[in-house]
């Protein structure tokens, strides 16, 4: 069985499609690319998932089951987790907190005993916290630790909130063009951290990202979507070969965009 | 982890301690102590220091709504005015409905009393914050403004528990046997409270519940991503509120022991607390004590100020009490304008700067 599947799905915006019976499938430890170009539906897609959106038909699932039927919350606890095209920070929050938030879905304890802050509240508390200074020793954000987020560095915003996705122990995280706006460095050193989520934390990708040189580098899997429906599914390498991606990316004119 | 210069952390429980210092706690200490001590020394203003009390409580209780969460209330008056009336309907006509092993453990029927009536209104407050779900910002605005008037509406002609348009005494609290039917002592008591709710306040700020609060008032969307049910956290963060308003409120009545509805819980109230909340840093536990002090400390500082200049030049007192109004507003303006991040954060600036002394760079 697939970690995720989708099947199908449309969605209309007033009667504009943005999305046309896409299908494709994530197995379990993989990191799937979609790619397409500007207002291809890629952002829609993953606002179908993450539950921002309700597509018209079709159906999502985790491990076979159904979560079209679930609030954004319920998708969370059930091991979803994502970032945004432009950042969504809680700009207001130290760094430190910001990722305490990502932890949320895992925390078990309520208002009073929040309020009290004794025994089971300060436990959660402490061992969260430790968890939370692992990605950010992962991520190398410690310089950073009680500095408010929204006044840092884009580049480092950006970290930040892959840190606060991964901090929710995902099985499936959602990267909406996570090197969008990064110079040469950073966007290798982010792909580096991609990698490694995926290989040491073994966290499952879906990745959007218009870098074909990162695409095609580190999927095992590329979807190409144009004007909303799926154009090619397969390795990097036979969506390289492909000529309708070839036409559709570059009119039919430049071979060499998509080979590097 | 650092914290002031050579100071290290070993542990994260050390580092989320409240006072890390013994620096703080000393200062603390020597805060109290004095505040113990004036009642005992002086007599003029203690009523002044119970009201501040209170006014605390309730600058906090909005603070966590509007400040953290940033869910606008214009009717955080009117439930303080609710936890008044409940907080009172339970020591006399409710007395009975509460069980008996509660008057054992609290002695007497006060402190269950004002925690029920905190509970009124934390259901009151859940009710009227039903409709945060849809609105935001300036038609939440409007939509706790109708709860302002609905419950003043109540207060005025739900004439056997209000008292109505006359309003009502309030007896003196007891707990164990000892009576609070002074200043001084209401002082002790609203003291304690404040610090009781203050302390409730900052550890609900540091933990899960109060970073959810302020992750929906930053960035709603996000909020929901990472697993806060926007909807429950909301109802929960109208529910502290009211419940602190609450609590305040039935101190207030206890305190005053006399009860009349308008205009004392009326919108001037409600916008009275959200300017401490203002002046003080929004989002800040501490913001909101130093707002509730300072809004509450200038009319009496001005007050002074004119009888001084009214001893030395008699002619002028007239025009400087009619115009106090008005110096009031001013200086409330001069300090959005130059603190708009308010008192809290000013206070961190000055922390920071003597964090690296003499080091500053
Ligand atoms: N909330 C919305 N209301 C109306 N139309 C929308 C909405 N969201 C997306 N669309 C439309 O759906 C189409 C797909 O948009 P989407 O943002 O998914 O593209 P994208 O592939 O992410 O593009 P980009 O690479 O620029 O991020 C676009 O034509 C867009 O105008
Ligand atoms: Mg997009």
């Known amino acids: 069985m697939s970690l995720l599947d989708v099947t199908g799905i449309t969605l209309t915006f007033r009667g504009l499609a943005a999305l046309m019976n896409v299908s494709f499938t994530i197995e379990e430890g993989e990191i799937l690319s979609l790619i397409g170009p500007n207002g291809a539906g890629k952002t829609s897609m993953l606002n179908c998932i993450s539950g921002r959106y309700h597509p018209d038909e079709g159906d999502i699932a985790i491990d076979g089951k159904s979560i079209l039927s679930m609030k954004a919350h319920r998708r969370t606890e059930m091991g979803l987790s994502r970032?945004?095209?432009?950042?969504?920070?809680?700009?207001?929050?130290?760094?430190?907190?910001?990722?305490m938030v990502g932890r949320h879905s895992q925390m078990k304890y309520g208002l009073l005993a929040s309020m009290l802050y004794w025994g089971k509240a300060r436990r959660h508390e402490d061992m969260h916290r430790r968890r939370v200074e692992d990605v950010i020793d992962f991520l190398g954000l410690s310089p950073y630790r009680h500095q408010v987020a929204g006044r840092l560095p884009y580049?480092?915003?950006?970290?930040?909130?892959?840190?606060?996705?991964?901090?929710?122990?995902?099985?499936?995280?959602?990267?909406?063009?996570?090197?969008?706006?990064?110079?040469?460095?950073?966007?290798e050193d982010m792909a580096r951290y991609i990698l490694d989520i995926n290989e040491e934390w073994g966290v499952t990708v879906l990745l959007v990202e218009h870098d074909m040189g990162v695409v095609m580098d580190i999927s095992d899997k590329v979807v190409v979507l144009d004007f909303g429906s799926v154009l090619a599914t397969g390795a990097p390498e036979e969506v390289q070969q492909d000529k309708d991606v070839i036409a559709a990316y570059l009119g039919g004119e430049d071979e060499t965009f998509l080979g590097r | 982890m650092q914290n002031k210069c050579g100071q290290f952390f070993t542990s994260y429980r050390q580092e989320n301690r409240l006072f890390k210092t013994w620096f703080e706690r000393f200062w603390l200490l020597v805060l109290f102590v004095g505040l113990i001590l004036y009642p005992l020394c002086f007599d003029s203003y203690v009523l002044q220091l119970c009201m501040i009390n209170i006014a605390i409580i309730a600058a906090v209780s909005l603070n966590v709504l509007t400040g953290a969460c940033g869910q606008i209330s214009l009717g955080q008056g009117a439930f303080v005015g609710v936890g008044a009336y409940a907080g009172v309907w339970f020591v006399q006509s409710g007395a009975a409905m509460l069980p008996e092993w509660m008057f054992v453990v609290f002695g007497g029927p006060f402190i269950p009393a004002i925690l029920c009536g905190g509970l009124v209104t934390a259901l009151v407050g859940m009710f009227f914050g039903i409709p945060s779900l849809r609105l935001k910002g300036i038609y939440l605005a409007i939509a706790t403004l109708a709860a302002q008037f609905i419950l003043e509406y109540v207060f005025l002609h739900w004439k056997s528990v209000t008292g109505g348009h006359s309003g009502m005494a309030v007896p003196a609290p007891e707990i164990f046997g000892y009576t609070f039917d002074t200043y001084p002592r209401m002082f002790y008591l609203t003291l304690a409270c404040a610090v009781l709710m203050v302390y409730l306040a900052t550890n609900l700020m540091r933990s899960k519940p109060g970073r959810a609060f302020v992750s929906i008032r930053d960035h709603h969307l996000s909020a929901e991503i990472v697993g806060?049910?926007?909807?429950?956290?909301?109802?929960?963060?109208f529910a502290v509120s009211a419940f602190m308003a609450g609590v305040a409120g039935g101190l207030w009545a206890h305190t005053a022991r006399y009860l009349t509805p308008s205009p004392t819980f009326g919108i001037g109230l409600s916008i009275s607390y959200l300017a401490m909340i203002i002046i003080g840093g929004l989002g800040s536990v501490l913001g909101a004590v130093y707002g509730a002090i300072f809004i509450s400390v200038l009319p009496i500082c001005l007050d002074l100020l004119a009888e001084l200049v009214g001893g030395f030049f008699p002619e002028l007192a007239t025009p400087i009490k009619a115009t106090k109004g008005g110096v009031f507003g001013l200086v409330l303006m001069l300090f959005l304008i130059f603190e708009p991040e308010g008192l809290a954060h000013r206070w961190r600036l000055i922390k920071a700067y003597w964090k690296l002394y003499p080091f500053a760079h």
């Open chain 1, 83 to 99: 970032t945004f095209q432009n950042i969504a920070l809680f700009k207001g929050m130290s760094v430190l907190d910001n990722l």
């Open chain 2, 228 to 237: 806060v049910n926007l909807f429950w956290y909301k109802l929960q963060a």
């Open chain 1, 155 to 187: 580049g480092v915003q950006k970290r930040v909130e892959l840190g606060r996705a991964l901090a929710a122990e995902p099985r499936l995280i959602l990267l909406d063009e996570p090197m969008a706006g990064m110079n040469l460095e950073e966007t």
